[in-house]
Protein backbone atom coordinates (compact mmCIF):
# COMPACT_ATOMS: atom_id res chain seq x y z
CA UNK A 1 0.00 0.00 0.00
CA UNK A 2 1.12 3.56 -1.03
CA UNK A 3 -0.26 6.04 2.12
CA UNK A 4 0.06 5.18 5.40
CA UNK A 5 -4.03 6.12 6.61
CA UNK A 6 -4.91 7.14 9.89
CA UNK A 7 -8.55 7.92 10.89
CA UNK A 8 -9.48 9.58 14.64
CA UNK A 9 -12.91 6.77 15.55
CA UNK A 10 -15.77 8.61 17.29
CA UNK A 11 -19.07 7.84 18.19
CA UNK A 12 -22.77 8.95 18.58
CA UNK A 13 -22.16 8.16 22.60
CA UNK A 14 -19.93 6.33 24.91
CA UNK A 15 -20.94 2.45 24.36
CA UNK A 16 -22.27 2.52 20.87
CA UNK A 17 -19.37 0.52 19.57
CA UNK A 18 -16.38 2.20 19.00
CA UNK A 19 -13.86 -0.48 19.89
CA UNK A 20 -15.89 -3.36 18.28
CA UNK A 21 -15.93 -1.60 14.97
CA UNK A 22 -12.42 -0.27 15.23
CA UNK A 23 -11.23 -3.96 16.21
CA UNK A 24 -13.50 -5.25 13.39
CA UNK A 25 -11.83 -2.61 10.68
CA UNK A 26 -8.46 -3.74 12.03
CA UNK A 27 -9.03 -7.69 11.60
CA UNK A 28 -10.24 -6.73 7.72
CA UNK A 29 -6.88 -4.71 7.14
CA UNK A 30 -5.18 -7.61 8.72
CA UNK A 31 -6.88 -10.06 6.20
CA UNK A 32 -5.84 -7.93 3.64
CA UNK A 33 -2.25 -8.45 4.55
CA UNK A 34 -2.14 -4.90 5.71
CA UNK A 35 -0.23 -3.59 9.05
CA UNK A 36 -2.35 -2.35 11.65
CA UNK A 37 -1.94 -0.54 14.73
CA UNK A 38 -4.48 1.42 17.22
CA UNK A 39 -4.49 3.92 19.75
CA UNK A 40 -6.85 4.45 23.09
CA UNK A 41 -5.16 7.26 24.31
CA UNK A 42 -7.57 8.14 27.15
CA UNK A 43 -9.16 5.60 28.83
CA UNK A 44 -11.31 5.26 31.93
CA UNK A 45 -11.74 2.51 33.89
CA UNK A 46 -9.56 -0.93 34.28
CA UNK A 47 -10.04 -4.73 34.85
CA UNK A 48 -7.70 -7.44 35.85
CA UNK A 49 -6.16 -9.48 33.20
CA UNK A 50 -3.90 -12.29 32.90
CA UNK A 51 -1.49 -9.22 31.53
CA UNK A 52 -1.94 -6.98 34.71
CA UNK A 53 -5.04 -4.68 35.32
CA UNK A 54 -5.89 -2.84 32.00
CA UNK A 55 -8.74 -0.97 30.28
CA UNK A 56 -10.70 -3.77 28.27
CA UNK A 57 -10.57 -1.39 24.85
CA UNK A 58 -6.70 -1.12 25.44
CA UNK A 59 -6.79 -4.98 25.73
CA UNK A 60 -9.20 -5.70 22.60
CA UNK A 61 -7.53 -3.09 20.29
CA UNK A 62 -3.88 -4.83 20.51
CA UNK A 63 -5.47 -8.23 19.61
CA UNK A 64 -5.80 -6.52 16.06
CA UNK A 65 -2.61 -4.20 15.63
CA UNK A 66 -0.14 -6.42 13.78
CA UNK A 67 3.14 -3.99 14.75
CA UNK A 68 4.78 -4.36 18.03
CA UNK A 69 2.71 -2.64 20.37
CA UNK A 70 2.97 -2.78 24.01
CA UNK A 71 -0.07 -1.81 26.03
CA UNK A 72 1.48 1.27 27.11
CA UNK A 73 2.22 1.95 23.24
CA UNK A 74 -1.61 2.02 22.93
CA UNK A 75 -2.53 3.82 25.68
CA UNK A 76 -1.36 7.06 27.26
CA UNK A 77 -3.33 7.71 30.00
CA UNK A 78 -4.93 4.62 32.00
CA UNK A 79 -7.67 6.03 34.28
CA UNK A 80 -9.10 3.69 37.56
CA UNK A 81 -12.71 4.57 37.41
CA UNK A 82 -14.64 4.06 34.57
CA UNK A 83 -16.27 7.55 34.91
CA UNK A 84 -16.06 10.95 32.59
CA UNK A 85 -12.02 10.95 32.14
CA UNK A 86 -11.50 14.67 33.74
CA UNK A 87 -13.40 13.97 36.67
CA UNK A 88 -11.24 10.53 37.26
CA UNK A 89 -8.29 12.35 36.30
CA UNK A 90 -8.63 14.92 38.91
CA UNK A 91 -9.65 12.16 40.91
CA UNK A 92 -6.14 10.31 40.58
CA UNK A 93 -3.93 13.71 40.44
CA UNK A 94 -3.34 13.14 37.06
CA UNK A 95 -3.53 16.47 34.27
CA UNK A 96 -5.24 15.40 30.59
CA UNK A 97 -3.43 17.48 28.04
CA UNK A 98 -4.09 17.39 24.42
CA UNK A 99 -1.06 18.20 23.62
CA UNK A 100 0.76 15.70 25.19
CA UNK A 101 -1.50 13.27 24.86
CA UNK A 102 -0.97 14.28 20.83
CA UNK A 103 2.58 13.69 21.58
CA UNK A 104 2.03 9.96 22.45
CA UNK A 105 0.18 9.41 19.47
CA UNK A 106 2.11 11.21 17.43
CA UNK A 107 4.88 7.67 18.24
CA UNK A 108 2.53 5.28 17.16
CA UNK A 109 1.66 6.79 14.39
CA UNK A 110 5.21 7.32 13.12
CA UNK A 111 5.37 3.60 13.06
CA UNK A 112 3.74 3.83 9.99
CA UNK A 113 1.77 1.02 9.82
CA UNK A 114 -0.92 0.78 6.32
CA UNK A 115 -3.90 1.86 9.08
CA UNK A 116 -3.47 3.29 12.36
CA UNK A 117 -7.03 3.58 14.18
CA UNK A 118 -7.27 6.16 16.96
CA UNK A 119 -10.22 5.22 19.54
CA UNK A 120 -11.51 8.82 21.10
CA UNK A 121 -13.17 8.12 24.95
CA UNK A 122 -17.19 8.39 24.64
CA UNK A 123 -18.39 11.36 22.54
CA UNK A 124 -16.44 14.23 20.61
CA UNK A 125 -17.24 16.88 22.97
CA UNK A 126 -16.09 14.66 26.36
CA UNK A 127 -14.05 16.97 28.75
CA UNK A 128 -10.38 16.86 29.48
CA UNK A 129 -10.04 19.51 31.58
CA UNK A 130 -12.09 23.12 32.00
CA UNK A 131 -11.14 23.55 28.50
CA UNK A 132 -10.00 21.16 26.54
CA UNK A 133 -11.93 18.36 24.85
CA UNK A 134 -11.43 15.12 23.29
CA UNK A 135 -11.78 16.45 20.02
CA UNK A 136 -8.40 18.80 20.20
CA UNK A 137 -6.59 15.47 20.39
CA UNK A 138 -8.58 14.96 16.63
CA UNK A 139 -7.52 18.53 16.49
CA UNK A 140 -3.38 18.72 17.18
CA UNK A 141 -3.04 15.63 15.43
CA UNK A 142 -4.88 16.30 11.49
CA UNK A 143 -6.67 13.12 11.23
CA UNK A 144 -9.91 12.44 9.16
CA UNK A 145 -12.41 11.48 11.49
CA UNK A 146 -15.00 8.59 11.06
CA UNK A 147 -17.88 8.27 13.06
CA UNK A 148 -19.90 5.16 14.66
CA UNK A 149 -23.26 5.73 14.79
CA UNK A 150 -24.72 3.67 17.64
CA UNK A 151 -28.17 2.99 15.80
CA UNK A 152 -30.48 2.87 18.35
CA UNK A 153 -33.47 5.55 18.93
CA UNK A 154 -32.49 9.03 19.66
CA UNK A 155 -29.03 8.11 16.72
CA UNK A 156 -30.46 10.86 14.08
CA UNK A 157 -29.93 13.83 17.00
CA UNK A 158 -27.02 12.05 18.14
CA UNK A 159 -25.62 12.02 14.53
CA UNK A 160 -26.24 15.12 13.11
CA UNK A 161 -24.96 17.23 15.98
CA UNK A 162 -21.92 15.23 16.20
CA UNK A 163 -21.25 15.93 12.68
CA UNK A 164 -22.22 19.31 12.81
CA UNK A 165 -19.40 19.72 16.00
CA UNK A 166 -16.54 18.30 14.11
CA UNK A 167 -16.88 20.78 11.12
CA UNK A 168 -17.14 23.47 13.10
CA UNK A 169 -14.10 22.23 15.00
CA UNK A 170 -12.46 22.08 11.15
CA UNK A 171 -12.39 18.42 10.80
CA UNK A 172 -12.68 16.31 7.89
CA UNK A 173 -15.37 13.54 8.43
CA UNK A 174 -14.11 10.51 6.02
CA UNK A 175 -17.22 8.40 6.72
CA UNK A 176 -19.73 7.14 9.48
CA UNK A 177 -20.60 3.48 10.35
CA UNK A 178 -23.97 2.23 11.07
CA UNK A 179 -23.36 0.16 13.92
CA UNK A 180 -26.64 -1.75 15.10
CA UNK A 181 -26.41 -1.67 18.81
CA UNK A 182 -30.24 -2.59 19.47
CA UNK A 183 -31.37 -5.20 17.84
CA UNK A 184 -34.98 -4.89 17.94
CA UNK A 185 -34.52 -0.80 16.86
CA UNK A 186 -37.85 -0.14 15.54
CA UNK A 187 -37.82 1.32 11.85
CA UNK A 188 -34.14 0.70 11.75
CA UNK A 189 -33.86 1.00 7.59
CA UNK A 190 -35.82 3.71 7.76
CA UNK A 191 -33.13 5.48 10.27
CA UNK A 192 -30.26 4.45 8.40
CA UNK A 193 -31.96 5.93 5.02
CA UNK A 194 -32.38 9.06 6.91
CA UNK A 195 -28.65 9.36 7.60
CA UNK A 196 -27.53 8.45 4.14
CA UNK A 197 -29.52 11.76 2.90
CA UNK A 198 -28.40 14.05 5.65
CA UNK A 199 -25.17 12.87 6.43
CA UNK A 200 -22.61 14.73 4.94
CA UNK A 201 -20.24 11.83 4.34
CA UNK A 202 -20.65 8.42 3.12
CA UNK A 203 -21.86 5.34 4.95
CA UNK A 204 -18.73 3.27 4.40
CA UNK A 205 -19.97 0.20 6.44
CA UNK A 206 -23.50 -1.50 8.01
CA UNK A 207 -22.56 -3.93 10.20
CA UNK A 208 -25.91 -5.81 12.16
CA UNK A 209 -26.99 -6.66 15.94
CA UNK A 210 -24.11 -9.53 15.89
CA UNK A 211 -24.71 -12.28 19.04
CA UNK A 212 -22.16 -14.95 18.21
CA UNK A 213 -18.82 -16.15 19.72
CA UNK A 214 -16.61 -14.54 17.10
CA UNK A 215 -18.33 -11.00 16.91
CA UNK A 216 -15.37 -9.23 15.53
CA UNK A 217 -14.60 -11.81 12.75
CA UNK A 218 -18.33 -12.08 11.42
CA UNK A 219 -18.28 -8.31 11.76
CA UNK A 220 -15.24 -7.95 9.37
CA UNK A 221 -17.81 -9.55 6.81
CA UNK A 222 -19.50 -6.42 6.19
CA UNK A 223 -16.07 -4.29 5.98
CA UNK A 224 -15.20 -3.01 2.31
CA UNK A 225 -11.96 -2.67 3.51
CA UNK A 226 -10.58 -0.31 0.24
CA UNK A 227 -13.49 1.53 0.81
CA UNK A 228 -12.63 2.82 4.15
CA UNK A 229 -9.21 2.93 2.49
CA UNK A 230 -9.98 5.45 -0.18
CA UNK A 231 -11.12 7.73 1.89
N1 LIG B 1 -23.11 -4.61 16.15
C1 LIG B 1 -23.11 -5.07 17.41
N2 LIG B 1 -23.79 -6.20 17.72
C2 LIG B 1 -23.80 -6.66 18.99
N3 LIG B 1 -23.14 -6.10 20.01
C3 LIG B 1 -22.44 -4.98 19.76
C4 LIG B 1 -22.39 -4.40 18.46
N4 LIG B 1 -21.62 -3.29 18.52
C5 LIG B 1 -21.19 -3.19 19.78
N5 LIG B 1 -21.68 -4.19 20.53
C6 LIG B 1 -21.44 -4.41 21.96
O1 LIG B 1 -21.80 -3.22 22.64
C7 LIG B 1 -20.91 -2.98 23.72
C8 LIG B 1 -20.28 -1.60 23.58
O2 LIG B 1 -19.40 -1.61 22.45
P1 LIG B 1 -17.97 -0.91 22.54
O3 LIG B 1 -17.28 -1.28 23.81
O4 LIG B 1 -17.29 -1.20 21.27
O5 LIG B 1 -18.45 0.61 22.63
P2 LIG B 1 -17.54 1.93 22.72
O6 LIG B 1 -18.23 2.98 21.95
O7 LIG B 1 -16.16 1.59 22.33
O8 LIG B 1 -17.62 2.27 24.27
P3 LIG B 1 -16.62 3.26 25.12
O9 LIG B 1 -17.25 4.62 25.02
O10 LIG B 1 -16.69 2.67 26.50
O11 LIG B 1 -15.27 3.18 24.52
C9 LIG B 1 -19.89 -4.12 23.72
O12 LIG B 1 -20.29 -5.13 24.60
C10 LIG B 1 -19.95 -4.60 22.27
O13 LIG B 1 -19.56 -5.96 22.13
MG1 LIG C 1 -14.41 1.74 23.43
Known amino acids: MSAQKIFFIT ?12 CSILAAAKAQGLTTAALKPVAAGVSATSRGTHNDDVVALAQYCSIPLTLADINAVCLNEAIAPHIAAEKSGVKLEAQTIAGHCRKVMEKKADLTLVEGAGGWRVPLGNQETMADIARLLEIPVLLVVGMRLGCLNHALLTVEAIQADGLELAGWIANRIDEKMPVYEENVATLVNLMPAPMLAEIPWIDDAHPVESACRFIDIGKILSK
Not at 11 to 22: L, M, Q
Open 11 to 22: GTDTDVGKTFVS
